[in-house]
Structures are given as structure tokens and as C-alpha cells.
């Protein structure tokens, strides 16, 4: 709990009070490495955070696993829209190490949204980072060569570099696993 207290603290002021209610609707659970937390095709229950370990989200496209979500340690995740308009989902989320979560159910998301100032600053704050995320994401992919992807990916997540499958990597940066490793071998860290 205390990450997710450091990580809420780093972006918006908070009290006492408001970190006694995120220890009161924040659930923790611990999932082995390979474990399901969400399936396409069932309505979200819960926004994550992910204290500790790696998880991908993906989706299942005309039986191509393509990833679209490569989480590290110390941030958010939930398929969204699933969770915000309460439909089915289109995303599974599963871990690819050990990790620890922490989660709040839709029913208390919407109390804390109703009773407190502090939750609606911190939902529109980690919204607005995402979204930064995902429209910088949708840029690479506009401008720059597979190779470039792969070295900004390299820089910016080397834990993901490093404990993640090639086939995992090479589907979140758009390429072929063949093409993925003709790229690594061509580069000398």
C-alpha cells in the first residue's frame, strides 16, 4: 500500500484522512507469474495498480495475440472503457511475472469519486498521463522505423527489455519476432 500512497502523493496533495480511505477500498492480491486477472468479453469489476511485477494486456484478433499494454511496477491499469461504461470487455490482462495489485472495485471508484475532492484530481491526472502515453504511442508507430521503436522502448522500460519475452515485445512494437531479433543482433549496448 505504502507504493501506491508514494505513487498517489507524487501527482496531487493528499491527507490523512484520504490515505486512510485508500486503505479502506483498496484490495491487495498476489498472482503467480502466467495468472488471468481479466478476460475479454466480461465486464471490468476493478482498476489495478500494479505494486509489483509485469503484466500485458492484449487483445485476441482474429486469433492473433496482439499486445497492446506492457505495465510496469507503479502504475495503473484496467480496460476502461469496459470498467467506466460497464459493457464487455475487449482486453485480457494477464501477468508475466509474479506480481502484487492492488484494487478497487467500480462500487467503491464511485464512492471515493462522490465523497472526496482528492479522487477526481488523481483520476483525471492519471487519465490525462495515459492518454499522453497512448498518443505518443500512435506517433512512433507514424514516424518512426521498427528499429527506432525498438531502441526508445529499450531506454524508456529497460526492466521490460529485459524480463519480457521477445514475442510479447515484438507485438506490443508492431513487428514480426524474426524481425525483432535481425534488430537486436544489429545492436551493440
Known amino acids: 500500500m505504502k507504493n501506491l ?3 498517489i502523493q507524487s501527482r496531487i496533495t493528499i491527507n ?17 507469474a502466467q495468472t488471468s486477472i481479466s478476460e475479454a468479453g466480461k465486464v471490468e469489476r476493478y482498476i489495478y495498480y500494479l505494486d509489483s511485477g509485469i503484466v500485458k494486456g492484449y ?15 507503479h502504475d495503473f491499469f484496467t480496460s476502461l472503457d469496459s470498467f467506466m461504461n460497464e459493457i464487455p470487455s475487449l482486453d485480457y490482462y494477464e501477468t508475466i511475472t509474479a506480481s502484487k495489485l492492488l484494487k478497487i ?10 465523497e472526496t475532492k482528492f479522487w ?8 490525462n498521463q495515459h492518454l ?12 518512426l522505423s521498427a ?43
Open 120 to 127: 477526481a484530481v488523481l483520476v483525471k491526472e492519471v487519465t
Open 59 to 73: 487483445q485476441n484478433i482474429d486469433g492473433k495475440i496482439v499486445v497492446q499494454h506492457l505495465v510496469a511496477s
Open 147 to 189: 528499429k527506432e521503436r525498438y531502441l526508445k522502448f529499450v531506454n524508456q522500460y529497460p526492466n521490460l527489455a529485459l524480463n519480457v519475452s521477445i514475442d510479447n515485445i515484438a507485438s506490443f512494437l508492431g513487428m514480426e519476432p524474426q524481425s525483432l531479433s535481425r534488430i537486436r543482433k544489429q545492436i551493440t549496448f
Open 5 to 7: 500512497i508514494n505513487y
Open 132 to 143: 499522453s502515453c497512448k498518443l505518443e504511442r500512435v506517433k512512433d508507430f507514424q514516424i
Open 16 to 32: 490523512q484522512n484520504d490515505i486512510d480511505l485508500i486503505e479502506k477500498y483498496f484490495e491487495e492480491e498476489n498472482l503467480t
Open 105 to 114: 472495485s467500480k462500487s467503491n471508484f464511485n464512492i471515493l469519486q462522490e
